[in-house]
């Protein structure tokens, strides 16, 4: 529907050729949002606190967050955004290299939605994307 | 009626008129009258003035009689007309009466004139008042009749014969029956009495019958439905102004709503009283205009005094408790204020006459008169409830909830109660359940959220499954080291116990009590790791003690090679008679058979033989010293030392001197002695005497002798004691003084001492050990002296002391060799435990740090090589037109490399991961295990059509997972090298009493075995990667998974005819 607002999606990883690959996944799997990317934690809560709405310009619909990140790194935003009210709402997906039990049980204890671990083939990326975008937009 | 009578005089004739007036004058009637002449006149007359009577002229011309009179009574309704004519005639008389006349009198008979007036006013009078009577009853009853039309009760009247000359409509109301029903049955009323109140309805007949007036009674009435409704009747007797009886009014008021609120009310003050009594409860009540205070029999009973007096008032404040008397007067004063509302409750104790006391509960009211200043107390009503029972359970459970309270505040547990249905809102929980969350809820806590509201998603999920189960099964529910993560991101391990509380069958509520068991969870991991680090280093202590020990043997190896060498024969004898050792000379003399008992091997003996010394010293504990005749037929001058063996069993140094010459050489002398004893007999005596020092001081080669005759006060020594003292023989005479010279410095006090108070204290004997220096050279040897005293036999007096000295100096030596040596030995193993102690931590340290570095490097590696991975599957799904055939086959190429390098550093990591984790043992069946892990492998034992038996496994202390991993990985390479054949794995098992041993054999294409220790280290391959896959690293893997559960593996192959893996385990962990 044209009434429909945009959606979007934004990915906090400091990986610049995954944020391209997560981009180009998003394209191929036929994903209609926004996608904007920031490279670390602090950049993250920045553009989350100067949004206070969702929709076009606003909150994002859907996070995806890595968990290794430099000045903060994606354990501390994941607390911060699920102790914010504001902010507890937006799903957040763990996106990480990371497959480590400990990791796993951190990120779904601090009330991430999913634990993905990159996948290595491109169109394991597109597939990942298709279900996240099936799920939350 | 007026004194004066108001006549009308109608009268043509003005002359006639005059007469009547004066006729009547003459008559003495007192009147007053107005004369009409004519039509119009009468009629002017009539409008000013009101007749009593009109007085009618008979034969006026143009107005007759009859129509004057039809015309006053137009306005007079009935007024007397006495018609006056001139003509008589009966005719007429009865004509004008006819036409309504009162009276008829002729003109010439006026003297019947005033009494027909007279007769007429009193007529009319009476029919006025009768009219007016009639009048007055006819509106009367319209009234009431109308009243009555619209009145809500039934009304009646009835006449005098009984019948009705009203019912009201009401009746149907009240009774169902109609008014014309009551109408036409005139019995029908009493019928409907109720028969129980029949007789109350004919004594109220009677009773009305007989006053004739107002009565008043209540009963009930049948109604067509057979229900009862109570009315209140009312009757009257109605009489008329004239006392005439005109019936009986009656009303009935249906009160049967205000009788069921009656009896209610009845039945509530029954209720009262016989709660009253239940509850036990007591009244009281004080007249404070009398000052008389009564109390029913149960406040008296109550308060100890049952069939008593009333109390005075004064006296009744006294059976109040002191300790309650102040406040309970304070109150009750407030109640007699006259500005408050007089009530007061309170609960105080009540002290009976016996002592005993009670709680009561007493609740009144003061009752005020008058007004304003006026206004004051005069009465006091109330009453009096033990509660000395309900006081004491509520103290107990006042006590009971606070202790509840407490202990349910306090408990070290999250308690929480649930609602019995999703989303199972929580009811109450414990501040220890508060805290354990982070804020919000730490602070405002979570009552009346639900799970989703408070916990993580996803263990929410979990947890309200648990709650759907325990309220469908209603049975309770329970988890050890149930993972948690109330506060993020600390894990915490409770064990959690959610039980449905159940009332009448229905769970109503859940209970769920979490004990946090995070720091004992964490203790045993800790204390897991601890064990098995404990479990290496003893083993490793232990084999370094084993080679400190050898290293001890070594070193008493050194010491017995010394007694070798020595001339005299050395051995050791343990109490069962046997000879562990015995230097070579002793070999050399007696032979050596250490498996047989000395007498058997010696003297071929079966028992000890007789007057064997040598065990002596095991009872004394001290030094002996003896001559042996030995087997080879010499003499021996032997030295038993009693010594503990390291072990702690009792051992004997036996050290034995050939002394045959020596003895061949004392028998010489001795025959020699006896001839001169023979040629010079005067010195027989003193020779003997030289003779015995002699043979004393030559008994062994290093014992010198010494006399001193105290007699004589000569001193003599043997040539030994010179030799000891390093003096050349006879250089100096014998003297003690010279003997304390050579006694060493330190120690003269004391051997001059000993030898003094041997002869003080009247011993016969003494024995001292210390050193000496000699003279010849300055050397300090250490010597054992022994000493006897002889006394003179008549006297007792010491006559001689004749004493023994002995350098023990090699001797001593020998022991504080053997002691140091043993010292020493303990202080280097002591020594060489702590270095290598050391080098443990720091070989852990090193070996910790290079763990960390393997997984850095494994998990930084993966990174890259992901992104490889993916951006060549890009080129390969996105760009591959732009590449020719071997571009393509390059980017293959690539791929595949970087697929087995991910493999390496996946199985590099899951190695160094091993190491990380901390075992978490518990009883493993293996049996289960092995056949889990060869269901891993099912399609490969279908495709292959391979066989795999498993014997009978124990059951073991391990980590489950890494028992299946090691199964996995050993029945994987059976599978992978199992050649051309098919494969057939059988496993078995061993065991002992600790221990048991796994076979794992396979008919495959195995190796030499000369690799078999090869295969355990990581990315060792015996064979090319284009034959058999893999990272190389499996084996590796067991052998860690293996030893960390202190364990072994080994392999067992030949070239083409298979392996055999045998892993050797402890059944139990140990500690």
Redesign the interface.
Known sequence: MTTETQKSILMADDDEEDCFLATEAFMESGGKAAFSCVTDGVKLMEYLSARSAPGPNGLPDLILLDLNMPIKNGREALLEIKSNPFFTSIPVVVLTTSAEKKDIEFSIGAGANLFITKPSAFNDWIEMMRSIVMRWL | MDNQVNILIFQGNPADAKLIKRHLAKEGLAFASKVAENKDAFLAILDKFVPDILLADYSAPDFDAFAAMAEIRKRFEDIPVIIISGTGGEECAIECLRAGATDYVLKDRLGRLTHSITRALQEYEHLKAKKKANKVLRESEAKFRIVSEHTYDWEFWLDPDGNYLYCSPSCERITGHTAEEFQADASLRARLVHPDDRKRYESHLIEFEAHQAIHEAEWRVLRPDGTYRWVAHVCQPVFDETGRFLGIRGSNRDITERKAAEEALHESEERQRIALEAAELGTFDFNLKTQVLEWDEETKRMCGIPGGENPRYDQAINFIHPDDRKSLEAMLGKSFDPSSDGSYEAEFRIVRPDGSVFWNRAKGRVYFEGEGTDRKAVRQLGVNQDITARKQSEEMLRRQQAEIQGLLENTPAGLVLFEAVPPYKVLAHNRYYQELF?EPFRSKGMVGLNIYEYA????AEGIVAVFDEVVRTKQPKSFLDF?Y?SD??K?TFFNWHLSPLIIDGQVVALVSMSLDVTDRHLAEEALQKAYVELEKRIDERTAQLNKATLLAKAERQQFYDVLETLPVYVCLLTTDYRIPFANRVFHEWFGYHPDKKCYEFLFNLSQPCEGCETFTVLKSNAPHRWEWAGPNGRDYDIFDFPFIDTDGSPLILEMGIDITERKQAEKSIKELNETLEQRIAQRTAELQASENRLKRSQEVASLGSWELDLRENVLTWSDEVYRIFGLRSREYGASYKAFLERVHPEDREAVDDAYSRSIRDGKDAYEIEHRIVRKDNGEVRVVHEKCDHFRDPATGRIIRSVGMVQDITERKQMEEELRRSRDELEFRVRERTAELSAAVVMLEQMNLELQEFAHVTSHDL??PL??I???C??IK?RSSSGLDSDGLRYLDKVLNSVRRM?EILDALMHLSRLSETPLKFKAVDLGKIAQEAVDLFEDELKKSGGTVKIDDMPVIDAEETQMLRLFQNLIGNAFKFCGEKDPHIQISCKQDRKTCEIYIKDNGIGFEQEFAERIFKPFQRLHGRSEYDGAGIGLAICRKIVERHVGTIRAESEPGKGSTFIIRLPLKRKG
Request: proline share 19%; aromatic share 4%; net charge positive.
């Open positions: 982070a993580p998603a996803v263990e993972p993560k993020p991101p894990q993966q990174e992901r992104k991975q993916t951006f599957d890009m799904t991910r």
